[in-house]
């Protein structure tokens, strides 16, 4: 993760290809506000983990990586948003909010989309987050 000042807030890359090419940051904090684009579950050497379970894991183990990044923590999330191309996956995905979230309970909508940009991944979340 790279961070740095930007516009008067201060933002954080993964190095995703979309990055650049759409021109966004991973996350964006301005104040105590973070905001974390639609992440999806991706590994490093841009393979994607089997199933959605382990998708799931992967995309929140890069959003938490780029709130930590700006100072935040797990705990100061707030609101999920979670976009899945398939809805019978909800209680897998579920199953993995209940064990990251189950004791902070932030606010979450999950909703079915037809597909993703790039037709990669099962699923893509986006977070908020209020640190400090």
């Not at 990044?69 to 897998?92: H, M, P, Q, S, T």
């Amino acid at each position: 993760m790279q961070v740095k000042k930007l516009a008067g807030r201060t933002v954080v890359s993964s190095g995703a290809k979309w990055e650049d090419i759409v021109g966004y940051s991973r996350a964006v904090r301005k104040g105590q506000l973070i905001f974390v684009t639609g992440t999806i579950g991706i590994n490093p050497d841009g393979s994607y983990p089997d199933g959605v379970e382990a998708q799931t894991r992967r995309a929140f183990e890069i959003i938490i990586n780029a709130i930590e990044a700006l100072g935040g923590k797990k705990e100061d999330i707030v609101r999920n948003r979670i976009f899945v191309k398939n809805a019978d996956d909800w209680e897998e995905i579920g199953k993995v909010h209940r064990e990251l979230f189950n004791d902070i309970r932030p606010c979450c909508t999950m909703v079915e989309i037809s597909d993703l940009v790039g037709r990669t991944g099962l699923l893509e979340i986006e977070c908020e987050a209020v640190a400090g």
